[in-house]
């Protein structure tokens, strides 16, 4: 008989063969080899029951094809003995289908057996099976249709799990692969090999590819700088599994590409990796562009402390900081020169030593301020900064001007007292003192001289005014009690307009030099006649140096343009400025010169060159350097009538140097002054006046001229200006030597085809050596008359006498080719003064003007002249007329600009928009006392067609109107 246990542990094993039989293999038949005849199953479902042998092998038969094979797991077994040959057997366990069965389930099943002893075996008499067999269909003696369900839920579920899990590595492998910085893998161990690496970091090196990166680096630390190498395997070294990372920054060398260098800040630490392996991941990324520009801004930083430092040093030879505290000094700036034994030491003993130095005046303040106790308590009170100058023994033996300047400093360490203090050497800013000094007290003396000048000029202004004024209430007051006198009447009028116009310049060389200082000075650039302006020129000045007894010469040397770009009314203010001033201060029996030519070209300018030449008073040497200043003169007594502003000379050099010219002058006293002033011409391309100055030249071809003049040069210069236009010619300096020239030509079967005679030559004058070679030639040569007078006086004498045509002086290239161009028309006078025109009388003008004495003499002088005349009190009024007026009954209207109601600006906008024929086309002259270029401008774009300026001139007054009207 065996022993117990041995029987319980046979039974534990049988029942554990039954159930891996049966689960695991699916052999129903070993379990039914086992049934005893009369066995009683009771299984899990409902209908699970049967008893004997043959009926409970047909159950499991019936439900063999449902079997699956299945994984047990977790088994346990206890076994009693039931008597002393049945065991009841008891085990659970833990069941689940194979792989590939199609099905899924995990339960825990318990079977209870009872197992009776036959023979060396046990037989089954009792089943019963506990397994949780709630899905069991009907008819089913296995989970079978549950199992496929679930295992179909399940493997629909994985698929989605999968699915996921792919979308989520793709995700992950494409996040890891565009970090924008490297992450790399390596081995822990000495050979430090390469486990992964994203994208990153094989393209900031420069690789195209991870498979080219592999292939080239061996380690990471290949790719490290040799100097920073043996740092780095240190760190490395260092690292612990999870024991936390290290981080440094260090530049690197990319292959390729156009960086030479970069930066990367690396982040290192020692773990395990996904698949369980232990390695250092170093993670960095790219710091180029930082660490770039902290190396701009330390640079930078590096220069302003470089600058500030230089500068400092530079602007304070020494230096020191002081600790008031602990009573000590460091001349801490090494490139100073340290003027003590020591560079740093106890502050009361440098102090004693400098004492001595200190100029004894200063000794005193000196120890007040800069003595230890008394600075510690002036900072203690709040004081942030003490100064003081004074003079100091150098190591030259000199004594010096010394500032010195102690400034409190926060200590950020401890609450000692600092202090910096900064010394500077000031002889030169004491020397620039001194001359600043000198300097404000020269511009003192200038602006009280000018003060001074300013008051004369007042006080002159004041009595040059009050003369003409007298001059004029005088002669009118005269005039007036004498009203039977004709001839006294004609005297008085005479005094009175020669003051008026004195009195006229004056307030013109005022309002010029107040536009002058104020910048409203404008200057244009015009194209105007040279031949013309020296014209104008001369018409005024040859009469008033006649009547002085003065000897006036203009020359000029070809060639010279016939027309130029400039402003021709301030060159002839620069001219008549000069040439009154010459006027004023030559006496009786002088002479006045003026020459012009032209000095250079360049840049697209004509350099004209003018020189005025006198033989006066001169001017001292003293009074050279304020010649061109305002209000100056020089012993204005010495003028010819004792007047003057003073300004006409500042007017002519700030009018030169607006110009872009040069103005010099040369004088001696009592043997006269010279004036020469340079001014730039714009030039002028005009075909058309070549073309004719062409033709006039092929007239003179082969001609024979002969040239009548006793100035030397206006001769010589006559017969270069003739022989280069083709003529052939020949100059003589008297009438009678013209004379003898023509008789020897009549008697060599010769004639001249022109002759130029000059006016006024001693012994014959013009006209009679007109009369004589006339009566020789008869009417085959041309004689023109030339002269630098007003000939109106002669020319019906000249005439008589058979001159053709009367030309002025100077004789231009241009003024001659014109003159010749008439050669067909002889009878026709080529530069003779306008006559009068009458054509003028009968017509009507409407003028508006508030002031009733202004608008009377407007009307009296226009009336004198057979002009009809309607006035009106203000442009309101004028406006109204005129739009009642018929189409053509007003010639012009002359208008006032500065009226009561409607100004004349506003008079004009009025009758240009009117809308007629008649109100765009009437000519409507502005009259003003505004004598300003901008005041002519603003008149002119409000519809104006001329500028008259106050007091009004008739003769211009007519000759406008005759310009504009085309009368």
């Not at 395997?233 to 612990?240: P, R």
């Not at 369980?276 to 330390?298: H, M, P, S």
């Not at 020169?337 to 440098?350: A, K, L, Q």
Request: charged share 25%; net charge negative; with cysteine.
């Amino acid at each position: 008989m065996m022993p117990r246990d041995h029987m319980l542990h046979q039974a534990e094993a049988f029942a554990d063969q039954i159930l891996k039989s049966y689960f695991c293999e699916a052999d129903v038949e070993f379990l039914i080899s086992t049934f005893a005849e009369d066995i009683v199953w009771l299984g899990a479902g409902p209908q699970q029951q049967a008893e004997g042998r043959e009926c409970v092998a047909d159950c499991f038969r019936s439900g063999k094809d449902q079997l699956v094979r299945c994984r047990m797991f977790g088994e346990r077994y206890v076994s009693r003995k039931v008597s002393k040959d049945v065991v009841l057997c008891q085990g659970d366990s833990w069941i689940e289908p194979q792989e590939g069965t199609g099905l899924y389930f995990k339960t825990h099943q318990r079977a209870t057996f009872l197992f009776r002893k036959k023979g060396e075996f046990f037989e089954t008499l009792h089943i019963h099976n506990s397994v949780d067999y709630s899905d069991i269909q009907e008819g089913e003696l296995f989970p079978e249709t549950a199992g496929k369900e679930a295992f179909d839920k399940m493997k629909s579920e994985l698929e989605e799990k999968e699915q996921e899990s792919e979308r989520k590595t793709r995700f992950l492998v494409q996040l890891y692969d565009s970090l924008p910085c490297g992450i790399i893998q390596f081995t822990a161990d000495p050979s430090h090999r390469v486990v992964s690496l994203n994208r990153m970091a094989w393209e900031f090196y420069g690789f195209s590819s991870e498979r080219e990166y592999r292939e080239s680096v061996e380690t990471p630390f290949c790719l490290v700088l040799d100097e920073d190498r043996a740092r780095i395997e240190e760190m490395v070294d260092s690292l612990k599994l999870n024991g936390g990372i290290v981080h440094y920054t260090r530049e690197c060398r990319p292959q390729g590409g156009d960086r030479l260098s970069a930066w990367i800040n690396v982040v290192m630490e020692r773990l395990i990796n996904t698949e369980g392996t232990e390695v250092i991941q170093a993670i960095y990324t790219d710091v180029t562009e930082t660490k770039l520009l902290q190396k701009a801004q330390e640079r930078e930083r590096l220069i302003e402390n470089q600058c500030l430092r230089a500068a400092t040093c530079t602007a304070y030879p020494m230096i020191m900081s002081i600790n008031l505290t602990q009573n000590t000094y460091n001349c801490f700036i090494e490139t100073q020169t340290c003027p003590f034994d020591d560079r740093r030491g106890n502050y009361e003993d440098m102090f004693a030593k400098m004492l001595p130095m200190v100029y004894p005046a200063y000794r005193e303040d000196y120890c007040s301020v800069f003595s230890k106790e008394a600075m510690m308590e002036r900072f203690s009170q709040g004081e942030q900064e003490i100064y003081m100058e004074f003079r100091q023994l150098g190591i030259d033996g000199e004594y010096h001007w010394i500032s010195a300047h102690m400034i409190s400093v926060d200590n950020p360490v401890n609450d000692d007292m600092l202090v910096i203090q900064l010394v500077k050497v000031l002889d030169q800013q004491r020397v620039e003192k001194a001359r600043q000094e000198q300097l404000l007290r020269d511009a003192l003396s200038s602006a009280e001289e000018a003060s001074r000048a300013k008051s004369d000029f007042l006080s002159r202004m004041s009595h040059d005014i009050r003369t003409p004024m007298n001059a004029i209430i005088g002669m009118t007051t005269l005039g007036l009690l004498k009203l039977d006198d004709p001839v006294n009447v004609k005297n008085c009028m005479s005094k009175i307009d020669a003051s008026s116009k004195y009195l006229l310049s004056l307030i013109n060389d005022i309002l010029d030099m107040s536009k002058i200082e104020t910048g409203k000075m404008e200057i244009v650039k015009e194209k105007f006649e040279f031949q013309t302006f020296f014209e104008d020129l001369v018409k005024i000045i040859y009469p008033q140096a006649v009547d002085l007894g003065i000897q006036l010469e203009i020359y000029h040397k070809e060639p010279l343009e016939r027309y130029y770009m400039g402003d021709a009314l301030r060159i002839k203010q620069i001219l008549m400025n000069l040439l009154s001033n010459a006027l004023k201060f030559t006496p009786d029996g002088g002479n006045i010169t003026v020459s012009v030519e032209e000095q250079r070209r360049s840049g697209g300018y004509a350099y004209l060159s003018f020189q005025v030449k006198d033989s006066g008073v001169g001017i001292s040497e003293k009074f050279m350097p304020r010649i061109f200043q305002p209000f100056e003169q020089e012993s204005p007594e010495g003028a010819r009538n004792n007047v003057g502003s003073g300004l006409g000379l500042s007017i002519v050099y700030n009018l030169v140097q607006m110009m872009g010219g040069t103005i010099e002058v040369e004088s001696q006293k009592g043997k006269g002054t010279v004036f020469l002033f340079t001014l730039p011409f714009g030039l002028v391309s005009d075909d058309q006046e070549a073309e004719r100055e062409r033709k006039a030249r092929e007239l003179l071809q082969d001609m024979k001229v002969l040239i009548a003049d006793d100035d030397m040069s206006v001769g010589q210069q006559a017969a270069q200006i003739l022989s280069g236009m083709g003529a052939k010619s020949k100059w003589v300096e008297t009438g009678c030597q013209a004379v003898e020239e023509v008789k020897m030509a009549i008697e060599k079967g010769e004639y001249y085809n022109v002759a130029l005679i000059d006016w006024k030559m001693p012994e014959m004058n013009g006209v009679e050596t007109t009369r004589r070679i006339r009566k020789l030639v008869g009417p085959e040569t041309m004689i023109i008359i030339i002269s630098a007078y007003d000939w109106t006086g002669i020319e019906e004498e000249a005439r008589e006498a058979g001159a053709d045509c009367f030309i002025s002086k100077p004789l231009f290239e241009s003024t001659l080719c014109q003159a010749f161009s008439s050669l067909r028309s002889c009878a026709e006078t080529v530069h003779a003064p306008k006559v009068q025109n009458q054509s003028l009388q009968g017509k009507r003008v409407l003028i508006a003007e508030d002031n009733e004495i202004n608008r009377e003499v407007a009307k009296s002088l226009l009336e004198a002249y057979g002009i009809a005349v309607d006035t009106a009190e203000n442009g309101k009024i004028c406006v109204e007329m005129f739009e009642k007026a018929p189409a053509g009954y007003y010639l012009a209207v002359l208008m006032d600009i500065r009226m009561p109601v409607m100004n004349g600006l506003e008079a004009v906008r009025a009758i240009r928009d009117l809308g007629t024929e008649e109100a765009a086309r009437i000519p409507v002259l502005a009259m003003t006392a505004n004598a300003f270029e901008e005041d002519k401008v603003t008149a002119y774009k409000a519809g104006m067609t001329g500028y008259l300026v106050k007091p009004l001139d008739i003769q211009v007054m007519l000759e406008e109107l005759r310009k504009l009207t085309g009368i």
